[in-house]
């Protein structure tokens, strides 16, 4: 089903690029794209002020939502620890309790799920923000890895540039691909990004505790990701048996020693495909698998790319 009448609801200390996303993507009138009635909404009355202190006039109040079909709500403000105003989360109620879409972008997400309108479902957020929207709104099942959620009358994104590919989305989910394919060219942007929000988190090699077997086993380990090693051997380097080292290693990493050991070799390829122009197969075996055909699954399922697809997206210069 198609939308005409689009409402962007903006508060007070808006980051002035994600106010900017949903209108960047249905403002615009383009060739052969349809005409969207974009109205820009103060959530709290008057100028909306940005957090680079930039006013934008926002010729519409809270009434506007009760006549759009899409309501999309770009992000919130710092601290996350104020709630929206009353008003504006009854306002997000009411027009999806009428059929209305609503929308969260980025931290937008914060602002319908403090309406109530994500209890019991599925949404995603900016993976640094992931884990508190997990914990204020335990009933919320928080989507840390993905680009954006689509539950039908409610969406959410991941965060900044993972608007626009909500936005994108739903263009083609209401009017098809080639519109969609035409508003992402213009803007210079793919139709549609491979992967989630893993390819862009920044995992930092963990630097072991020093001064205990256990620390300097895997402190070793790091160094030589590319030789065969065994949870039998780490075990006998660390002078434990294989049950106090599984002991020990659950309690120190929270997760198995296998686990761990994949986990440390797909971060390491990470690292040399983002450094190094070699090729697939010889960062591969430096990270520890036995071909780029053994690297490729694990690296796709931590990552959500492939990993000629990361490094074109993160790699050296050709």
């Not at 602002?111 to 309108?117: E, H, I, N």
């Not at 508003?183 to 990004?193: D, G, L, N, T």
């Not at 296998?258 to 495909?273: E, G, I, K, N």
Request: net charge neutral; aromatic share 6%.
């Amino acid at each position: 089903m198609g939308f005409r009448t689009i409402a962007v609801v903006m508060f007070d200390e808006i980051p002035l690029f994600e106010a900017s996303v949903p209108i960047a993507v249905f403002g615009e009138r383009r060739t052969g794209s349809p005409e969207f009635d974009v109205r820009a909404v103060s959530a709290e009355g008057g100028p909306v002020r940005t957090d680079a202190g930039i006013a934008l006039s926002a010729p519409y109040g809270l009434d506007a939502v009760d006549e759009a079909d899409l309501v999309i709500v770009p992000t919130w403000r710092h601290p996350l620890d104020r709630p929206p105003a009353a008003e504006a989360l009854e306002a997000l109620r009411t027009a999806h309790r009428r059929g209305a879409t609503v929308v969260g972008l980025c931290l937008g997400t914060f602002v319908l799920a403090a309406a109530g309108l994500l209890d019991g479902r599925p949404a995603a957020t900016h993976w640094r923000y992931a884990p508190l929207l997990a914990s204020r709104y335990p009933s919320i099942e928080v989507k840390p890895d993905v680009l954006y959620v689509d539950e039908g009358d409610l969406l959410t994104s991941a965060g900044s540039a993972g608007g626009i590919d909500l936005c994108l989305h739903l263009v083609r989910r209401a009017y098809g691909h080639q519109v969609a394919n035409d508003i992402a060219r213009s803007m210079v942007m793919p139709p549609h990004r491979a992967g989630g929000q893993a390819q862009y988190i920044d995992h930092p090699v963990p630097v072991p505790e020093t001064g205990d077997p256990l620390g300097e086993t895997l402190e070793w380990a790091l160094r030589n990701l590319d030789q065969e090693l065994t949870v039998d051997s780490l075990s006998s380097r660390a002078m434990m048996s294989r049950r106090t080292f599984d002991r020990r290693f659950r309690q120190a990493t929270g997760t198995t020693p296998t686990q761990w050991l994949l986990h440390q070799r797909v971060l390491h390829a990470q690292r040399l495909l983002e450094t190094t122009g070699e090729p697939v197969e010889r960062v591969a075996r430096r990270s520890g698998f036995a071909s780029a055909v053994a690297l490729r699954p694990h690296f796709r399922r931590q990552v959500g790319v492939s990993p000629t697809t990361y490094r074109q997206a993160f790699g050296p210069p050709a």
